[in-house]
């Protein structure tokens, strides 16, 4: 088997020990579109291998200024492609991929698959409820809320326990155009609210 150069890379920035954690780490995705995208290949560049991608979409021209996709993959779905990039960039990675959407009837036995989520959906109602289950099942849960636009109020991060909230908590995409800066700002701080978990317990 040819040499990982990405787990080569990162030996040195990060002690074995931290590695191994990133390694072992098991993170749900619920989302694979700008949020979800971005976030994935940040945390696989920063040493996670293992992913479970759930989305029901397919990648679309309208997709391609702020998510990790190319004209290669429009027609494809966002979890297949998403899945291919991160293997891509690590061959070793464990990505498992579910092309459907959380709904009420499924949720519980997707949040039990994972300890890490990262909830990176469009809706509120489907935010809150994976949210809300995931926070009942004693998992731990980064969510975003409010990236459109441009400019604007500053990202906040905030801390609740288990669950780490992200964004400026206003600007709605479907009201603001969802623009690649503060798409991937946001994403950005799900990640790091990610690794905070793996790394420290804290987000």
Not at 124 to 151: C, H, N, P, T, Y
Not at 162 to 173: A, K, P, Q, S, Y
């Amino acid at each position: 088997m040819s040499e990982n150069v990405l787990r080569q890379g990162l030996t040195r920035y990060l002690s074995p020990a931290r590695l191994e954690a990133l390694r072992a780490a098991r993170v749900g995705v619920a989302g694979a579109g700008g949020l979800g995208s971005n976030a994935v290949l940040m945390l696989a560049r920063s040493g996670v291998e293992h992913f479970l991608l759930i989305d029901d979409d397919v990648v679309d021209a309208s997709n391609l200024n702020r998510q990790q996709f190319w004209p290669r993959h429009l027609g494809r779905p966002k979890v297949e492609a998403l899945a291919e990039l991160v293997r891509e960039l690590n061959p070793d990675a464990r990505v498992e991929t579910c092309r459907l959407r959380i709904d009420a009837a499924n949720v519980d036995g997707l949040v039990a698959r994972c300890p890490l989520w990262l909830e990176a959906l469009d809706g509120a109602a489907d935010k809150r409820l994976l949210v809300e289950r995931a926070m009942l099942s004693g998992r731990r849960i980064a969510s975003a809320s409010g990236m459109g636009g441009f400019g604007g109020k500053p990202m906040q991060k905030r801390v609740l326990g288990n669950l780490v909230l992200v964004g400026d908590f206003e600007t709605d995409i479907l009201e603001y155009p969802p623009l690649a800066p503060r798409v991937t700002e946001a994403a950005a701080l799900l990640a790091d609210a990610m690794l905070g978990f793996i790394l420290t317990g804290v987000g």
